[in-house]
């Protein structure tokens, strides 16, 4: 199993800042590729992402909600389908536009499971990372995982 980024992603970065094993990337071209996506292969199920994200855009697998409703007032979701534009900050202070997303209302239910396929696609994808690149990074983390004894 793995964590699945969703569309309530708005490029913030700090999962990828926490990651002890840098299986999340940002999604390029970004037109294309709206969120950051997390590599199956490498994911060790450590959960570090989840409470990092100001967005609560990331789940485990078998729990990326059906049936979600937004917790605050004010969240939004990129996948496109709306007409706002999000200006922001990621984590290391540097702007962040993502267009096409849209507020959600409160007690509007959202089908985020939608969500799980794009991350599998991203990796096997022209958009994805170069095979070799992929490929070093497991290695790297592989070795680093046998080490901490997991």
Known sequence: MTHIITALCLRDGACVTVCPVECI???????EWPWYYIDADTCIDCGACIPECPFEAIFPEDEVPKDY??????????????????DGHDDKGDAVHVEGVRTLAMGEVVDLTVDSQPNYDYFNSAGGPEPERASDRGAKVGMGYKAIGK
């Open 25 to 31: 990337i940002p999604g390029l071209p970004q037109e």
């Open 69 to 86: 409703t937004p917790s605050k007032e004010g969240m939004q979701i990129s996948r496109y389908d709306g007409t706002e534009v999000y």
